[in-house]
C-alpha cells in the first residue's frame, strides 16, 4: 500500500517521539521532580495531538489529548506520580502506537474501542488513584488482550502506591520499580523492528539512498582492487610506470576515506534499541512481582543500523530471561541475604574490531547439574553423557532446541524456544554468544558481533586451486610447518592435531571438507607429504574452541565486498557468502562455524584434548605471550605480543630516506624503520645507516625486509626490521638472566633457548635520529 508523503513523515516522527516517552516516563518514575523530562514528554504528546488533528486522524488525537490532560496536571504539581499514572501514561503510549500501526498498515485508524482508557485517564485526573480491580481487569482485557494476569494479580490488584520504595530513586542510576499488585498490562513486544517498515526506513536521511551509496562504495572498493592488482603485476614485471602508481595510490586513499565516511552515516548508537529496555524490564518485572534495578553502560557505543535490526530481539529475549530464569523474588533474595532489589547490567563497548554486549544479573545463577538433569529427562542426552560433560558444556544446553528449565509454561517461558533462536540469530550476522555463571551469584551473557557486515577485512586463502576468504573476526594466527616439523602432527583420537605451545590443536583438512582435490594434501597420512613441501595452517576460532584450517597456500589480507548467495547454495554451511576479487573471480567466504559443526567432533574427542591440557605442568608464573624472531648474528630475540601491532613483509624499493632515517609510506602514514641489525649488531655498524637500508636498492628489488610494527603515543608507528619471524610462543617465564647490551630488558629460557627481550621503548628513543620532532608534529 502506497502512504502519502505527509502521512509517512508523521509516522516516521509519531515512532520516534513514542520512543522518547516511554524512555522518559519511566525515568520520571524514579524521579517527578526534573522538570525538563517532564515538559519535553508534554511536548512530544502535544505534537503527536496536533499532527493528528492536522491529518484528521480524530480518535488518535482524542487518545493523545487525554494523555495530555493528565500530563498538564502532573506539569503543574496538582497531582504527583504514582506507579498507577505511569502505567495508565504508558498504556496511552501503546494504544497511541497502535492507531499509527493501523494507519501505517491499513491507512486508516484503529478501531478498538478506547472508553474504558478514557475513563481510567479522567478517574487519575480527578483523583490521582487507580479506578477499583475489576474496573482495572476489564480495562485491561480491552487494551491489552494479550496479557494473561496471574491468580496474585487478581487477588491483590489493589494499586497500592504505599509500596514504592522510595531507596530505589537513586540519583544517576536507572530504577525499575515493580509492584506485584500491578498486572502485566503490556507484554514487551520482540517483533517491533519487523512491524515498523516505515520508521526502520530512515536514520535521519533515507536509507535507501544510503544503500546506493554503500553499493557505489562497494563497487568503488572492488574497482581499486583490480587497479592496485594490476600494478603489482607491473611491478613484479620491473613495468613501472610512476604516473599509474601514483594515480592508484591516491584511488586507495580516497576510497579508503569514502568507505569509513559512509559507514559513518550507517553507524548507529546501541541506545537506539536500548531505550526499550527500562519498558520492557519494569514491565515483565511487573507481571513476575519482582524488583529490579537496571544499569545501563556503552550507550554511545556504534554499529551499523543493519547489526542494530539483527541484534534487537536477541538481546530483548534474553534481557527476559534474566528477569524471568535469574533475578529471584525480593522474599527469596531476603532469605538468601542479597538485597531486595536485583541488579540487570546491560554493557556494551568496542574490543579488537568487534562489539561486545553484556547482559549480567545478580539472579540465582545457572546450575550445570540441575540443567544435564533436565536434558537426560527429556532425553536430550544420555546420563553417560551428562557425567562426561563439563560445566561450560552444560551452560550450552540452553541454546539447544526445545530445552527448557521451566516447570511451568507461562507467557514468558517454558515452550523451549527462544535461545536456540537467540543463537541461531547471532550466528546468522558471524556473531558468537558465551554464557558465564555462578551458582547463587548470577549470569553474564557475553555477545560479540561485528561492527558491520557490508565490508570485512578477510584473510585470502588457496585450496585445491580456489580462493576463500575466511573474516578476521575468526583469525588467531598463522602457521608454516616446515621439515621435520610437519612429522609433530599426529592422530590423537581419530583426529589429526599439532601441539602447538604445548597445547594440542585439531586440523581440519580444508580439502577434504569441501570436497575438493588439492595438488599437495590428499589424506591424514602426513608421513607420505615429502619433506621439502610445507604445510600452510591458519589457526581460528569458532566457540571459544581453536582449530586449525590446513590450505595450500595464505596469499594476503584484503578488505572484501560480501555478496550474498544464491537460494541455490544457501543451504550448504560451510559458505557465509561470496565476493568479487581484483581479477573479476569469484571467491567463496568461509562460514568457520559452519565448518566446526561439520566436522562433528565427539564429545570424546574434545574431552581428551581439554585433559591433555589440564595436564600440563603449572607453572607459578604467569604464561606470557612472546613474538621470538632472529636478530642479528643469529640471536634469539623476543618482544612481547601486546606491544606488537602487526608483522609485515616490504621490498626494500619501497623504503625512502627522509635525512638519517629510512621510511616506509603505511596505512596513510608516514612509519620509520629501525633496524635491529644495526642497533644490536657489531659496534663497527652505525644504526640505520645506509649499509641496513637503501643502498642497492635496484639489485634487490625482490628482497623482502620482516618488519615488527609497534605502536607509540597517538596511534603513531614504527617498524623494527629483523631479519626472520620465527614463531608466537605463550609460556611462563621461570628463568630469567640479566641484559647483556644497552636496548634488552633481560635474558629468558623461552623454548628450552636463551632468548633476549628487547626494550621496546628504549629501542625507539635512541634510534630514531631525530624523527621524535616529525612524529610530535604528527599527533
Known sequence: MEIDEDVKE??????????????????????????????????????????????????????????????????????????????????????VREHLEALETTGKESLVDRTPLMMRLAKLQSSGEELDASAIASEDSIATPESVPTSQGKQDATGDSSLVDSSLFA???????????IPNEQTPVDTEGDRFKIADTAIRVDVGLLDKVMNLVGELVLCRNQILEFVNTQTANYQNDDTLKSVSSRLNLVTSELQQEVMK?????????????????????????????????????????????????????????????????????????????????????????????????????????????????????????????????????????????????????????????????????????????????????????????????????????????????NLLELLRLEGEQIKRIEMFHGTPVYRLRGRLLPLIYLNRELNIKSPSLTDYKISQIP????????????????????VDAINDTQEIVVKPLGKQLKYLSCFAGATIMGDGKVALILDIHGIAQKTHWSQAQEKAILAD???????????????????????????????????????????????????????????????????????????????NGLVDRSDSANDKLSLIVVSVDSGQQVALACDRIIDIVEQAIDIKGAATQAGIAYCAVIQDRVTEIIDVDSVISNNLFGVQQMLASAR
Open 171 to 181: 540519583t544517576g542510576k536507572m530504577a525499575i520499580l515493580t509492584n506485584p499488585n
Open 531 to 550: 619433506l621439502d613441501d610445507a604445510l600452510n595452517i591458519v589457526v581460528v576460532q569458532a566457540n571459544d574452541k581453536p582449530f586449525g584450517l590446513v
Open 613 to 691: 591440557q589440564n595436564n600440563e605442568p603449572k607453572s607459578s608464573e604467569p604464561p606470557q605471550q612472546l613474538l621470538v624472531f632472529q636478530g642479528p648474528d643469529c640471536r634469539r630475540m623476543a618482544i612481547h605480543l601486546s606491544e606488537v601491532s602487526r608483522l609485515e613483509e616490504f621490498p626494500r624499493h619501497l623504503l625512502e630516506r627522509v635525512g638519517k632515517q629510512d621510511m616506509v609510506q603505511y596505512r596513510n602514514q608516514i612509519m620509520p624503520v629501525i633496524y635491529l641489525s644495526a642497533v644490536f649488531g657489531n659496534d663497527d655498524d652505525l644504526p640505520n645507516s645506509s649499509t
Open 10 to 95: 508523521f509516522l516516521i516522527e509519531g515512532y520516534e517521539y513514542l520512543n522518547q516517552i516511554e524512555g522518559d516516563l519511566v525515568a520520571l518514575e524514579k524521579n517527578d521532580s526534573d522538570p525538563e523530562v517532564m515538559n519535553r514528554i508534554y511536548r512530544n504528546l502535544h505534537t503527536i495531538k496536533g499532527n493528528s488533528g492536522f491529518l484528521g486522524v480524530e480518535n488518535l488525537e482524542a487518545v493523545a489529548h487525554a494523555g495530555e490532560n493528565l500530563l498538564s496536571l502532573l506539569r503543574d504539581r496538582t497531582i504527583v506520580m504514582t506507579p498507577d499514572i505511569t502505567s495508565a501514561l504508558l498504556e496511552t503510549i501503546d494504544a
Open 265 to 473: 552515516t550507517r553507524m548507529q548508537p546501541i541506545r537506539t534499541i536500548w531505550n526499550k529496555f527500562p519498558r520492557v524490564v519494569r514491565d515483565t518485572a511487573f507481571s513476575l512481582g519482582k524488583q529490579v534495578h537496571l544499569e545501563m553502560e556503552g550507550e554511545e557505543t556504534e554499529l551499523d543500523k543493519t547489526l542494530i535490526e539483527a541484534i534487537a530481539n536477541p538481546l530483548t529475549h534474553l534481557v527476559r530471561n534474566s528477569l524471568d530464569h535469574g533475578i529471584e523474588t525480593s522474599e527469596v533474595r531476603t532469605a538468601k541475604g542479597k538485597p531486595a532489589i536485583g541488579r540487570l547490567f546491560l554493557r556494551a563497548y568496542h574490543e579488537s574490531g568487534q562489539v561486545n554486549i553484556e547482559i549480567s544479573d545478580d539472579g540465582g545463577g545457572i546450575d550445570p547439574e540441575r540443567l544435564k538433569h533436565k536434558a537426560v529427562q527429556n532425553g536430550i542426552i544420555s546420563a553417560l553423557e551428562a557425567s562426561q560433560m563439563s560445566d561450560r558444556e552444560a551452560l550450552n544446553l540452553i541454546f539447544l532446541p526445545s530445552f527448557s528449565t521451566a516447570e511451568k509454561v507461562t507467557n514468558l517461558s517454558g515452550r523451549g524456544v527462544g535461545m536456540d533462536v537467540v543463537l541461531k540469530n547471532i550466528e546468522k550476522i558471524s556473531g558468537t554468544i558465551d554464557v558465564y555463571s555462578r551458582v547463587g551469584k548470577g549470569t553474564t551473557f557475553k555477545l560479540k558481533v561485528p561492527l558491520t557486515l557490508a565490508i570485512i577485512p578477510t584473510l585470502i586463502i588457496t585450496t585445491g586451486g580456489d580462493r576463500y576468504a575466511i573474516p578476521q573476526v
